[in-house]
T-cell receptor, first 113, second 114 residues
Framework: DSGVTQTPKHLITATGQRVTLRCSPR?????VYWYQQSLDQGLQFLIQ???????AKGNILERFSAQQFPDLHSELNLSSLELGDSALYFC????????????FGPGTRLLVL | GESVGLHLPTLSVQEGDNSIINCAYS??????FIWYKQESGKGPQFIID?????DKRQGQRVTVLLNKTVKHLSLQIAATQPGDSAVYFC?????????????FGRGTSLIVHP
């Protein structure tokens, strides 16, 4: 158990819908990262937050957004969902920056029908 | 090695053998590298990291070698055990605007036969 929690574990929805994925970092960690893992693209970095502020951006679509709240939990919002958004979404946390060990959550498996 | 499309390269070894998993990275500006292990149904797990000012780093049963000249990274697992069966990813990190941006390899599936 990494100490990072993600909910829900599974999510099935339809094209055009909007979903919110939630991540709680390890106690004391200030930085949260979101990743998408799909069969054809592998593991892709989406976005990083540090202490409530966006710090780095990767291959995140404009239909996707994220935020980190004062209690340090983070949410990833996916809107206007397409079939190709079906993937595993992981969050990871570190104390500060990516140079420390990243602790990954168990992931949310999203299926868009 | 790295995968193309849906199929990951696979390395099959016997329990007790040493395993070597390779990774080619793309950006010569990358200066921090990490190996992850991902078991089925779980998130990636940090194994070992190395900075670009080093060419070798050892952990418990694992060694990472970095060759910056050819942009190649390898992970050596000594005395491989069935519990080592998983997908292994390398990640290269480059500094950008005060943070690091990771880029992951596709992964190699390691199968350890008892």
């Amino acid at each position: 158990d990494s100490g990072v929690t993600q909910t829900p574990k599974h999510l099935i929805t339809a094209t055009g819908q909007r979903v919110t994925l939630r991540c709680s970092p390890r106690s004391g960690d200030l930085s949260v990262y979101w990743y998408q893992q799909s069969l054809d693209q592998g593991l892709q970095f989406l976005i990083q937050y540090y202490n409530g502020e966006e710090r780095a951006k990767g291959n995140i679509l404009e239909r996707f957004s994220a935020q980190q709240f004062p209690d340090l939990h983070s949410e990833l919002n996916l809107s206007s969902l397409e079939l190709g958004d079906s993937a595993l979404y992981f969050c990871a946390s570190t104390l500060a920056g990516v140079e420390e060990t990243q602790y990954f959550g168990p992931g949310t498996r999203l299926l868009v029908l | 090695g790295e995968s193309v499309g849906l199929h990951l390269p696979t390395l099959s070894v016997q329990e007790g053998d040493n395993s070597i998993i390779n990774c080619a990275y793309s950006n010569s500006a990358s200066d921090y590298f990490i190996w992850y292990k991902q078991e089925s149904g779980k998130g990636p797990q940090f194994i070992i990291d190395i900075r670009s000012n080093m060419d070798k780093r050892q952990g418990q049963r694992v060694t990472v070698l970095l060759n910056k000249t050819v942009k190649h990274l390898s992970l050596q697992i000594a005395a491989t055990q069935p519990g080592d069966s998983a997908v292994y990813f390398c990640a290269e990190n480059r500094g950008e605007g005060g943070s690091y941006i990771p880029t992951f390899g596709r992964g190699t599936s390691l199968i350890v036969h008892p």
